[in-house]
Every structure is written in structure tokens, then in C-alpha cells.
């Protein structure tokens, strides 16, 4: 029974994947970066972030307020819009 402790590390060991099956692909399925967004995309962010602004101008909680500005700030900023 004094083996039971190092089988059981082993076997989680095992099981674990090995860090090149973690990493995401560099290309996804539609052949473009992770990060890159087409004109449908960006037409859509553009509407998050208006969403976003219209809704800190409509609350009457100051903290929601800075928040949903600083979503619609963040999103700006990641696709340079």
C-alpha cells in the first residue's frame, strides 16, 4: 500500500497532455488569425460599444456606469476603432 500515493501521481501523469497538444492553432478554422475581425465583425463590435455607452448614460448607478465605459473603452482600444 505504500506504492498507492506514487502509482496514483503516475497515472495522473500519464493523463495529462504534454504542452504541444495545449497551445491553440496560430490559424483558425476559417484560415484567418484569432484575432483579426472582418467588416461583419467590426459592424458588430461598433454596436457593442454603442450598446455599451448608451447603457452608462441610462443608469443611475455610478459604479455600472464607469464599468460599461470601460468595456466599451477596452473594446475600442483591442480593435483600434
Known amino acids: 500500500?505504500?506504492?498507492l500515493p506514487?502509482?496514483?501521481w503516475q497515472l495522473r501523469a500519464a493523463?495529462?497532455?504534454g504542452p504541444q497538444a495545449r497551445r491553440p492553432?496560430?490559424?483558425g478554422a476559417n484560415g484567418?488569425?484569432?484575432g483579426a475581425a472582418s467588416g461583419d465583425d467590426l459592424a458588430r463590435i461598433r454596436r457593442i460599444i454603442a450598446a455599451l455607452l448608451r447603457?452608462?448614460?441610462a443608469t443611475s448607478?455610478?459604479?455600472e456606469a464607469t464599468a460599461c465605459c470601460a468595456k466599451a473603452e477596452a473594446l475600442r482600444d483591442k480593435?483600434?476603432?
Open 1 to 3: 500500500m505504500a506504492d
Open 55 to 57: 447603457k452608462a448614460a
Open 61 to 63: 448607478f455610478p459604479h
Open 79 to 81: 480593435y483600434g476603432l
Open 32 to 34: 484567418r488569425r484569432p
Open 25 to 27: 492553432p496560430p490559424h
Open 6 to 8: 506514487q502509482l496514483l
Open 15 to 17: 493523463r495529462r497532455p
